[in-house]
């Protein structure tokens, strides 16, 4: 197990294992370009999804959300969603009423 921990980031010709990382991935990239990237992953959650099934990726979705919720609520706290609540009735609200004005100038112009 690997950390950010100064025992953990000794310096190996004048790099930190972290800094060696970086690097690595930085060549990696420049090397193969992000098609690379986007194959290997593209094998990996295949690979995943033959060993786990459907299941296991809604099990991860919904912790995945219940964490980003918890983690935005504690962030912002509870009057943020009412703020954003409001800010998307208004945006619907302007949204329906230009596309009645659309459709009236289209049944003019026909």
Same mark, same amino acid.
């Given at each position: 197990?690997?950390?950010?921990?100064?025992?953990?980031?000794? &310096?190996?010709?004048?790099?930190?294992?972290?800094?060696?990382?970086?690097?690595?991935?930085?060549?990696?990239? &420049?090397?193969?370009?992000?098609?690379?990237?986007?194959?290997?992953?593209?094998?990996?959650?295949?690979?995943?999804?033959?060993?786990?099934?459907?299941?296991?990726?809604?099990?991860?979705?919904?912790?995945?959300?219940?964490?980003?919720?918890?983690?935005?609520?504690?962030?912002?706290?509870?009057?943020?969603?009412?703020?954003?609540?409001?800010?998307?009735?208004? &945006?619907?609200?302007?949204?329906?009423?230009?596309?009645?004005?659309?459709?009236?100038?289209?049944?003019?112009?026909?």
């Amino acid at each position: 197990m690997t950390s950010d921990t100064p025992e953990n980031s000794k &310096r190996v010709t004048g790099l930190t294992v972290r800094e060696a990382g970086q690097k690595g991935g930085e060549t990696v990239k &420049r090397k193969y370009g992000p098609e690379f990237y986007e194959e290997i992953g593209r094998k990996g959650g295949l690979a995943t999804k033959r060993v786990h099934g459907h299941a296991f990726y809604e099990l991860i979705g919904k912790k995945g959300g219940k964490k980003g919720g918890e983690a935005t609520r504690d962030r912002y706290g509870p009057d943020f969603y009412e703020r954003i609540g409001q800010k998307g009735g208004q &945006r619907v609200k302007q949204l329906i009423e230009e596309g009645k004005r659309a459709a009236e100038a289209e049944k003019r112009a026909s």
